[in-house]
C-alpha cells in the first residue's frame, strides 16, 4: 500500500504542469528563469539525459552548480565524460562561484597532465581550486578581509569509461537509483561520504587530526560546531580557518578563532569513492543539503522513479518547498511569496541535478555546458 507521505508528494508527477510550469520540452540551452526558481527541464549528456533545478532562498545565491559533457582533459585523444558540480555556499556566494568557474577547468588540466581520470587527478584539481582562491583572498586581504569568512562544500561526479567518480568535501549529497531484484523496486543508495560534525566518525577524525586540542569540536545549542562555529570540516576557502594568517584583523572578530593554531582546522582534500556502473544503476541525484534537510534519500529516488524525466529536478524542489512549508504551518503558495533573504529562515537554497545513465540516445558527442541558477544570484562579484 502507498503511504500517504509518498502520495502527498509523487501526486504532483500525474497531473500537468501549471501554467508557467513549463510543459514544454526544455530546449532552450541554458535553463529559464521564473521568479527565484531557476530550471532546465531536459537535456543531453554523453549517455542519457539530465534535469536542473535551483531555488534561491538567501539574499544572493550561495548554491553554484554545473553539468560539463564532453572532453575531460586538453588532449585531442584524451577521455570524454560527463562531470556533475554542485557547489554549496556559507558566509556569501564568492567561494562557490569561484569554484564555478575553475574546478572543472583545473581537472581538464590535471586530466591532461596525468593522461586520464582518477581519483588523484580529481584530487589535484580540488587542491588547485583551494590554492587559487586562497591566493585570492591573500591579494584582497586588505580591502576586503570578508574574503577569508567565505567557504563553499563541493560535490563533484565524473561518468567516464564505465566508472563513476564522487568526490565529495563538505555536506552536499549523491544518491543512486538503483533497480534491486527480484521485485524490481528502486532502491536509494548514497554514494558520498558527508564532512558534518553531526556525524560521529567526523568529530572522531577531527579529534585524531587535532589531539592537543578539545574544543576542536563543541557541542553548542545541542548542534556539533568545528571550534563551536561551522557545522562542516571540509571545503574549498574558509582561509581563516585553514591559514593562521588570516584569522586576525583585519577580519571581524565574530569570524575568528579564539586560540592561535598551528595546522588547518578545516582540509579541502575531497573523500573520493570509484563505482563500477551496472545495467540495474539507473539515475543520480546530486543535491546540496538544501534538498536533503526535507527528503530522505528513498523519497527522493521514488519521486524521480515515478515522475516523467522532463522537469523531475524542478520535482524534488517543489517536493522540498511543499514539506518546508507545512514544517511551518503554511501554505506553500504563501511561502513562494516570501522574499529572498528573509526566506532563509525557512528553508535553504537548493541545488538538484538528476542524472540519468542510460538512454535511448547513446553516442551523442556534442559538448555541453550549463551553470545552474542563471541570474538569479545579482551582481557579479569580482
Not at 66 to 87: I, R
Not at 92 to 105: I, K, Q
Not at 265 to 287: C, G, N, S
Not at 352 to 380: K, M
Request: a neutral charge; one cysteine or more; proline letters at 5%.
Amino acid at each position: 500500500m502507498v503511504s500517504t507521505t509518498f502520495r502527498r508528494i509523487v501526486t504532483p508527477c500525474w497531473r500537468p504542469f501549471g501554467v508557467g510550469e513549463g510543459s514544454v520540452p526544455d530546449d532552450d540551452g541554458n535553463g529559464r528563469l521564473d521568479g527565484l526558481l531557476w530550471y532546465k527541464d531536459s537535456g543531453n549528456h554523453l549517455t542519457g539525459e539530465f534535469s536542473m533545478a535551483v531555488v534561491q532562498a538567501n539574499a544572493l545565491l550561495e548554491d553554484h552548480s554545473q553539468l560539463e559533457s564532453g572532453p575531460v582533459s586538453f588532449d585531442e585523444s584524451g577521455p570524454e565524460a560527463t562531470f556533475v558540480g554542485v557547489y554549496d555556499g556559507h558566509g556569501g556566494p564568492e567561494a562557490a562561484r569561484f569554484v564555478n568557474e575553475r574546478l572543472f577547468y583545473n581537472m581538464r588540466r590535471c586530466a591532461s597532465e596525468q593522461r586520464g581520470v582518477s581519483p588523484d587527478v580529481i584530487t589535484r584539481a580540488f587542491v588547485a581550486t583551494e590554492e587559487e582562491f586562497l591566493g585570492l583572498v591573500q591579494e584582497q586581504w586588505r580591502t576586503r578581509p570578508q574574503l577569508a569568512s567565505v567557504g563553499a562544500c563541493c560535490l563533484v561526479g565524473v561518468v567516464c569509461n564505465g566508472l563513476l567518480y564522487v568526490a565529495n568535501a563538505g555536506d552536499s549529497r549523491v544518491v543512486l537509483g538503483r533497480l534491486q531484484s527480484p521485485f524490481k523496486e528502486m532502491k536509494a543508495v548514497q554514494l558520498s561520504s558527508e564532512h558534518n560534525a553531526s556525524v560521529e566518525s567526523v568529530r572522531d577524525e577531527l579529534r585524531l587530526l587535532h589531539p592537543n586540542d578539545p574544543n576542536i569540536v563543541v557541542l553548542k545549542h545541542k548542534v556539533w560546531r568545528v571550534k563551536g562555529i561551522i557545522q562542516v570540516s571540509r571545503s574549498i576557502g574558509d582561509a581563516y580557518l585553514k591559514r593562521a594568517e588570516f584569522n586576525q584583523e583585519p577580519l571581524l572578530p565574530k569570524f575568528r578563532v579564539a586560540e592561535r593554531f598551528e595546522k588547518p582546522i578545516m582540509r579541502a582534500e575531497p573523500t573520493i569513492t570509484v563505482h563500477k556502473i551496472h545495467p540495474e544503476d539507473q539515475f543520480l541525484i546530486f543535491a546540496s543539503d538544501g534538498l536533503w534537510e526535507h527528503l530522505s534519500n528513498q523519497e527522493a529516488v521514488d519521486i524521480v522513479n515515478s515522475c516523467p524525466r522532463n522537469g523531475v529536478a524542478r520535482r524534488l524542489v517543489k517536493a522540498a518547498l511543499q514539506v518546508a512549508a507545512k514544517k511551518r504551518e503554511m501554505r506553500y503558495s504563501d511561502l513562494e511569496k516570501i522574499e529572498p533573504g528573509i526566506r532563509r529562515h525557512f528553508h535553504d537554497d537548493i541545488t538538484v541535478i538528476v542524472v540519468f545513465l542510460h538512454s535511448a540516445n547513446l553516442g551523442i558527442r556534442t559538448p555541453v555546458s550549463v551553470r545552474g541558477g542563471g541570474e538569479l544570484s545579482g551582481n557579479a562579484i569580482f
